[in-house]
């Protein structure tokens, strides 16, 4: 481990285990606590990412969670921080926005054409000539993005859970930790939160060397440990603060919603990188991000360094690079600085250059000295570390997004919080407090504050310990006529970029922000916004405040989708035959809130086990599980009127013991719903509703029931009934065998509906035919279930009964042209367009959507058809959602497709428009990878067309369909 340290006293890694992982096929070792950034950087590897636009070589910036530039991605994840995610035994990595490796990548090409890529270029460029757009779109797509998905990941599912304290304390840094002792000490519950992997903020890093703040070090964190009511969290972050002080702190775990009832900001501030030519190039970095390898991982962020500096901040970097052994060959002052810390680098010999005028990177692929000038003249000093500590800005998006306010202070050159909402409060170096002692005490006055504020008491008065000498460059930016002065290391943002902007009138800082994408990328400008602001007030002669700053939105820092997905939060509902399905070996999938059946595994290749599902309710017989349909009961003497009032065809004239079509629509005529509707009596309906909207429509009758005033109950009996389809030539055999009721065409015709008993159970037999075969579906009380399933399948043997699941149903309902609502029809689609309009009866006084579909059936302009194609593809086939493509525009969509075992060939539906929906009119399929495929309209249905199979006439005793 070439830059590898000696042990260092409060380092976070574990020497005694040592992990090896890949990056890019090389192979990298490094110890248990370091991330990846660290391993690598120890290893001698320098070059950690590529930049966003012109894919420049880029190292270590800040170490404080936002090099977004060392970003990697494994077989699972994406976008993994190098700076802030550990490293694992065995892990393989790759980089992310390069286009070969970290060390050749042909991107950077792209910087040779710079000049003609000047800022905003994109709002301006590629719209003309009109036919160059997608192939401009298309490189521009391939171009974008950080990383690549891989829809193979392993599904990561994390818990989102809530707490409740009385005061969160946001940074466990000094006046972080002193808060929350403070505020604990006053009898209340205090969480603590810190991105950090350990509580001490800058105490560890920055402090680290210095002998006066051990026995502070040792006393606030033995105090946290002690006292049971501070609740410490590290690794998390607060990703947004909401209203009434609720905050979203994302862990490794998943997301926690905190409420609390104060809140203490002790985040602290983000150190500035200085702006100046070639100031991306590998081995210039933030000081601070120096004394972070150092102290955390042991790490030498260079062997020969520079340091440039604006504060005392820098001149303590320096000591602490030559206490751990790395040459500093140069101090270089922006300024006058002096005082002890000063002195106590020029008695170690290091010269310290004041006053400097320019200052500028070399080297190509790395730093490999520094330009400056003094006094008008140019000195060069060969380094492969240049330091910079020239300023800081506050780390205050939960100020922000609680409605509080930053002003600008000239003392220490720094935004400072103007006003606080009720409830906040705020200490440390985000108040521009910088001697550690002050922090302290600024700590414990917040903390105190804090639990005043809960406790409904008057809050003492605090004293203002704000620093009275600047901590921060009031402009640290050296300009370049050659350019390559970046601002914003996550666009690549420069200097010139931003001159540019604000000369074509974007010179308010939100539209600077969107034109110029200043801190637009992931680190949402924590290293790049303040420099943004020192140069629109600069360039455009206005203060800081008059400048203003942007608006720090949650999420503020970057958040995984799983995080804010949590568990799955849908509860499986099973079926009372779920232990029958389970038994022959079914594969599930949900549908609603229910496990169902998609097929049974009778062989190796899925869809071969579909279509002998298919293949046996075709030629003999089969079962299926349909109780997820929605049931529901409506009885009373004003049954018969609402029935008519919610369905569009006439429910009032079906006689006792029949069945009937049932469609519901919304007021603008939308299809939302269909099933079956049964008449038990003249008072007395059961209708079925899809397996999703069960709820839905068991809501909606109730609401109208009320509305209309009718004198109707609505039972919902989805959960107590059971219900499955026995369909197929044999399925009246089998029936005959487990029943008295005479179940021939003329005693039990197609569409009728009976109350009988099947294997001794009271149940109700529909004659259907969804799936275009004779059929019965058998409703019955869910604790009977399973007993007339297996008595069926038993009984069934003989005639080799399947059970068949719902991909073998869908293709089977295809074959007959039955919609399925919400697959076929969409959030639009009316019973005209869907081709049904036999069941709107316009006759009625009234129902649900009516007067919209009066006015929709003479502006019908599409239409639900049945297609095929011309030629059965070789190789790839046609899916659902696929366009059809006439003279360059979309003609339609396909909403279901399959090939047909039953009749040999691809059929489908599509809603087309109403042009191109007559019979035999020939189809351009857009098929995904952009070829197309030919298809022809045909009428519907496919299969059985007469309806023959669903009425068949009784085969002579002991003879077999």
Known sequence: ?????????????????????????????????????????????????????????????????????????????????????????????????????????AGSLVELISKFLPVGFYYRAFYSPKFLFPKW???????????????????????????????????????????????????????????????????DYQYANDESQVENRKTL??????????DVKTSSYVAGVYGDKWLAVNTKEGLIKISALSIVVATGVFEQPAVFRNNDLPGVMNASAAQRLIARYAVAPCEKSVVLTSNIEGYRAALDLHKAGIFVLAVLDSGESKGEWCDAVTALGIPVYRNIEHIEALGKKSLSGVLFSVNGKSHIIDCDGLLMSVGWAPAGAPIYQLGGSFSYDYNVEQLTPKTLPDGLFSCGRINGVFDIEDQLKDGEQAGLNAAEYVKNQTLTPTVDLTSSIAHSHSYPIWDHPKGKAFVDFDEDVQFKDLKATIAQGFDNIELMKRFSTIGMGP?????????????????????????????????????????????????????????????????????????????????????????????????????????????????????????????????SNMNVGA?????????????????VAIRYSEEHYYVTTTTSSSDAAYRLIQMKIIEWGLDVTVLNRTGQLAAMNLAGPNCRRILSQLTSLDLSNEAFPYLAMRQTEVCGHKATLIRVGFVGELGYEIHLESTNAAAVWDEIMNKGQEFDIKPFGVEAQRILRLEKGHIIVGQDTDGLMNPFEAAIPWSVHLKKPYFIGKPSLEKLKSLQKRKLVGFELVKEPVGEAPLESNLFIEQGEIAGRITSVSYSPSLHKTIGLADVSLAFSEVDTLLNIKLTSGDFIKAKVVALPFYDPKGAKQTPEELPEGEVA
């Open 1 to 105: 481990m070439k830059l590898r340290l000696i042990k260092q006293p409060l380092e976070w890694i574990d020497r005694d285990t040592e992990f090896t992982f890949q990056l890019e096929g090389q192979k990298v070792t490094g110890f248990k606590g370091d991330v990846i950034t660290s391993a690598l950087w120890a290893s001698g590897n320098k070059v950690l990412g590529r930049s966003f636009k012109y894919h420049r070589r880029r190292g270590v910036l800040t170490m404080a969670n936002h090099d977004i530039n060392a970003l990697y991605q494994s077989s699972d994840e994406v976008n993994i921080r190098g700076d802030v995610v550990e490293v694992s035994d065995q892990q393989s990595l790759l980089s992310v926005n390069t286009f070969g490796n970290l060390n050749k990548d």
């Open 659 to 675: 069945s009937r079509y049932a469609v519901m629509v919304d007021d603008t005529g939308v299809i939302t719903d269909d099933g």
């Open 523 to 651: 680190s949402q400008g924590k290293h790049s916004n303040m420099n943004g602001i020192r140069i629109l007030a600069k360039l455009t002669g206005r203060t800081i405040d008059e400048a203003g700053s942007t608006t720090a939105r949650p999420m503020f820092h970057p958040v995984p989708v799983s995080h804010l997905a949590g568990m799955r939060f849908r509860p499986e509902r099973l079926t009372a035959l779920h232990s029958q399905h389970v038994a022959k070996n079914a594969k599930f999938m949900e549908a609603g809130n229910w496990l169902r059946p998609e097929y049974y595994q009778s062989q190796s290749d899925r869809q071969a086990c579909i279509d002998a599902e298919v293949n046996a309710v075709r030629s003999s017989v089969g079962l299926i599980d349909v109780s997820t349909l929605g049931k529901l009961e409506i009885f009373g003497k004003d049954a018969a009127e609402l029935m008519d009032r919610l369905y569009t065809m006439r429910m």
């Open 221 to 230: 964190k033995d105090t946290i440990a002690s006292m049971p009511n501070i």
């Open 137 to 203: 779109e298309s490189l521009i797509r391939h171009m974008a993005g950080l990383g690549n998905v891989d829809t193979r990941w392993t599904e990561q599912r994390k818990h989102k859970r809530y707490q409740y304290c009385d005061v969160v304390v946001i940074g466990a840094g000094p006046s972080g930790m002193k808060a929350a002792i403070k505020a604990a000490q006053q009898g209340l519950d205090v969480c603590l939160i810190d991105e950090n992997t350990f509580i001490g903020g800058s105490l």
